[in-house]
Every structure is written in C-alpha cells, then in structure tokens.
C-alpha cells in the first residue's frame, strides 16, 4: 500500500519509518497530486493549530476534508486526533479541524509538555507501552464511535469507520501494533 504522511509540521519522519516497518510504502504529502496518489494518509503528532494553517495554505484543507466525507482511511496520532475531532475544548479562536470522528476532544488534558508521560496501556486488548505529549483526551464520545483505548478515564484511542485516532504517539516507540491494526484491520478491509 502507499501510505501518505501528511509532512507540513510535526514527527512525520518518525510515521514515515513506522509505515515502511509495516512493510507499506511511505509518501510525503505536502500537495494535492501527493495525496490523491496515496491509499491511506496519516497525521502526525505536532502542533494542531499550525497543522491546520499550513494545510489551508498548501491547499489541502478542503481536499483531505473530502477524502475523509468518502470514507478515505486516516490515522491521527495526538495532534492528528485532534485534527479528526470534530469538536476541541481549549482550541484557539477558532480553531478548524479536518474533523470526520464525532468527538470532542479536549487539547493539552493531561498538563503542560512537563506533565508528559510513558504509560502502558491497553490497546485493542493487548498490553501497549505509549508516550503522551501535551495530549488530548477525548471528553464526548458520538454513538458512532469505537473506544480502543482509555487512560485518567477518558479515552484516548478511538475509531469511527475507517477513522483512527490515538492521543498518544506508537510512532515514537518500537512497538508497531497501532499501525499494524491501521493497516489491517483499517486499510485492507476497505
Ligand atoms: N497539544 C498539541 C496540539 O494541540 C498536540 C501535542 C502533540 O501532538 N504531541 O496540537
């Protein structure tokens, strides 16, 4: 498969090396011709405010909104989930979302970038040993939504259709198993 990594801000490097360990071709994408030649697309972990202004002025905001309306598979990791939420708590003046996952997410819930923290957690029924980083939780959860994941007694990993999104960052450890799960049990059974 070829994966795209949306690369406007944020660790995509990291998701580009987790994408080609899964065995997938990894793509930069940081134009709309990038993103129509990939089969599924990741947003990294960053910076959400400047993710969403870079991507309206690359062009890309009202393309990957499309994609996401025709059940095009995206994984958000932290920043990312933030930009599949469909609502934020504590964003900036009005701050936009590619949105898709209805949800409302919470920015910055578990503290400051000091309050970052590893944690084992379980995901999807197994053991996963992840990192936050100034990380949203999720605060309302839709009917339509799945919950993979909880930690503080939110949860911080969800899926709705072929929509992932994880408050934490798999792509900064070794443990592949969210990108796997993306991967198979998201992208393939499209
Ligand atoms: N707090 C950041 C934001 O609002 C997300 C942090 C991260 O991706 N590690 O975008």
Redesign the pocket.
């Known amino acids: 498969m070829k994966v795209g990594v949306l690369a406007l801000q ?1 660790d995509f490097r990291e998701h580009v090396l987790s994408t080609s360990e899964c065995g997938h071709e990894p793509v930069e994408v940081r134009t709309v011709d990038q993103l129509n030649s990939v089969d599924a697309l990741i947003l990294p ?5 400047t993710i969403i202004k870079l991507a309206e002025s690359f062009g890309l905001l009202l393309p990957i909104r499309e994609k996401i309306k025709s059940g095009f598979p995206v994984y958000g ?3 990312g989930m ?1 930009l599949l939420a469909d609502r934020i708590f504590d964003g900036i003046d009005g701050q936009q979302t590619f949105g898709g996952i209805d949800i409302t997410v919470r ?2 819930a578990f503290g400051r970038q000091v309050d970052s923290f590893e944690s084992d957690i379980e995901f999807n029924g197994k053991s996963l040993h992840t990192v936050f ?4 939780w999720v605060e309302e959860v839709g009917p339509g939504v799945e919950v993979l994941s909880s930690a503080a007694h939110h949860p911080v990993a969800v899926r709705q259709g072929s929509l992932l999104a994880t408050s934490f ?1 798999p792509e900064l450890t070794g443990d592949r198993s969210v990108h796997s799960y993306f991967f198979d049990e998201i992208c393939k059974a499209r």
């Open positions: 944020g972990g960053g910076e959400s405010t990791s932290c920043a933030i920015r910055n980083i100034r990380a949203p960052h």
